[in-house]
């Protein structure tokens, strides 16, 4: 079982950077695929980002296409999201999770195909 820890959120100016950093632990970090996600107040939890076991394949939702950048470090047992040019609607919860299937050729977008959820990292955009 796979066990997650999200860092490095905070409280930003609108067109500002933030990395947020997801440390796992507990199951083979280099054979699973990862993503992140993030929920606003009143809002579905929704997907951002994936990339896949090997990181060959990676997706990006369209609002963040751009200005979002995911990548991991296997050695460290690590995925980060790289976020640039933050704006206010971007104030969330954000959360990292481990794809279920081992070694998926792909990036899923579904919040089903994904668990150990962590506590989450509040991301805030000030305008």
């Known amino acids: 079982q796979v066990q997650l820890v999200e860092s490095g959120g905070g409280l930003v100016q609108a067109g500002g950077s933030l990395r947020l950093s997801c440390a796992a632990s507990?199951?083979?970090?280099?054979?699973?695929?990862m993503g992140w996600f993030r929920q606003a107040p009143g809002k579905e939890r929704e997907f951002l980002a994936g990339?896949?076991?090997?990181?060959?394949?990676?997706y990006y939702k369209d609002s963040v296409k751009g200005r979002f950048t995911i990548s991991r470090d296997n050695a460290k047992n690590t995925v980060y999201l790289q976020m640039n040019s933050l704006k206010p609607e971007d104030t969330a919860i954000y959360y990292c999770?481990?794809?279920?299937?081992?070694?998926?050729?792909?990036?899923?977008?579904?919040?089903?195909?994904?668990?150990?959820w962590g506590q989450g990292t509040q991301v805030t955009v000030s305008s």
């Open positions: 999770a481990a794809d279920v299937w081992y070694r998926r050729a792909t990036v899923t977008q579904r919040t089903q195909d994904y668990a150990g």
């Open positions: 990339i896949s076991w090997n990181g060959d394949s990676i």
């Open positions: 507990g199951r083979t970090f280099d054979r699973y695929g």
